[in-house]
């Protein structure tokens, strides 16, 4: 079932038992004003699922419920829309934790993904955050951190973003 969560719009794509959550930090102004996660021009959030094969086909941001069939869900730490992550205070990152802990210990996933490392350092308050598997939960979920696949992100190419998230696939096959 979606919940409209935010006052923003930004429908979660969530139901009980999921294999992960997907979260980014917030949404971004085009999935905010388009109702859809990672809509953004640039964003490669999709294409990055499809070719780490958590889909068997490339779903467009309007086709995000269909990852509920996949046992994949989609959230946002803060519900706050902005150009950049980095517009959100820390501040604003901790008043969020609460809530939002209680929000997938709610929904019992087996893993929740972090995409990117900010939110996920204030949201355990630890400063050094890895790649990867972590060796703490979150709302009972074990984290995950992956690479922020937004087009801003140029950090990471297409081919490790696919990498990074594929290693998550294989564990939670394996788990």
């Known amino acids: 079932m979606a919940h409209a969560d935010s006052p923003e719009g930004l429908p979660d794509i969530l139901e009980p038992g999921l294999a992960v959550i997907f979260s980014g930090i917030n949404p971004g102004l085009r999935a905010a004003s388009t109702g859809h996660h990672f809509a953004g021009r640039g964003n490669r959030f999709w294409r990055t699922l ?3 094969g958590f889909t068997p086909e490339l779903l467009s941001p309007e086709e ?3 990852l509920l069939q996949y046992k994949c869900g989609l ?3 803060v519900a706050r829309p902005t150009a950049r992550a980095d517009e ?3 501040a604003e990152i901790k008043a969020a934790a609460s809530e939002f802990e209680h929000k997938i210990a709610h929904y019992a996933p087996r893993y929740v993904a972090f995409l990117g490392k900010m939110a996920v350092a204030e949201l355990i308050g630890k400063r050094d955050v890895d790649w990867g598997a ?5 709302g009972g979920a074990r984290i995950w951190v992956l690479p922020n696949p937004s087009g801003l992100n140029r950090a990471f190419s297409l081919d490790a973003l696919v990498s990074a998230y594929r290693e998550l696939r294989l564990a939670i096959h394996e788990a």
């Open 64 to 66: 995000g419920r269909t």
């Open 134 to 138: 972590q060796s703490v939960t979150f």
């Open 75 to 77: 959230t946002t730490a």
């Open 88 to 90: 959100l205070s820390r």
């Open 50 to 52: 499809h070719l780490a």
